[in-house]
């Protein structure tokens, strides 16, 4: 299993024994998923790496409950997913799980406080509490001063913190992240992992973040690696630092 430090700390994120397939297109199946087991505890953050097709994209969709598995369990903050009906899950989704996806998907007539703010409206929150906590975050991803600019008034790396800032928004217990610099300069991308990095430890947040940057993993707790749906941990799966 690929285990960060979880000895006292319930993992907010477990994956047990996980199968996930799909049609192939013909009569048989694709394995995407295959006995995965992964557990990450708050506070730490994994870099899933491996090569095209390997199946890290599918774990994401399945970690993130956007998907059921073909078997085995997806464990949230202690609650196995299995059992929720869609409205629960539903619910769960929104409360325990922030997802950052490769291009930021910001809308273009909103400013980067109102991105923020009106995705804390979508969970039906107060506006007020809504614009404080949108007002830290951007500080917190350095863009204290650039709350009033839309985005194309915003640099890439910019809308990417955007985007960050926006996950974390409903207090998630865990961050999906699916290669958050590949539109990004290498100055850049390593200042968005070290920023993910930063706001993981600080928000005790479980993160998992596919990357093909390798480089960039050793700024990570540990990797683990992909290869046709199984996923290898034990060599550089020590949780660093
Ligand atoms: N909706 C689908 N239906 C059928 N097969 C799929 C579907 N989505 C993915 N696959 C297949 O499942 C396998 C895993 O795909 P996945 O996208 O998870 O890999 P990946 O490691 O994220 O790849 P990449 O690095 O290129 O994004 C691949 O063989 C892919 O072709």
Redesign the pocket.
Known sequence: MTTLQTATVEPALALENLTLR????ADGV?L?LDAVDLAVPPGQMLSLV????????????VAGTLMRPSAGTVRISGVETQTLDGRRLDRLRREEIGMIFQQPNLLPALTAREQLVIAEDLRGGSRRAAGRRADELLDEVGLAGSGQRRPHQLSGGQRQRVNIARALMGSPSVLLVD?PTAALDHERSADIVGLLGRLTREHRVATVM?T?ETEFVPFTDAVAT?RD?RLSPPAGTTPRG
């Open positions: 799909y049609p192939d297109g694709l995407a491996g090569p095209s097709g390997s199946g890290k994209s599918s774990l994401l969709a290669e596919v093909h992909m749906g």
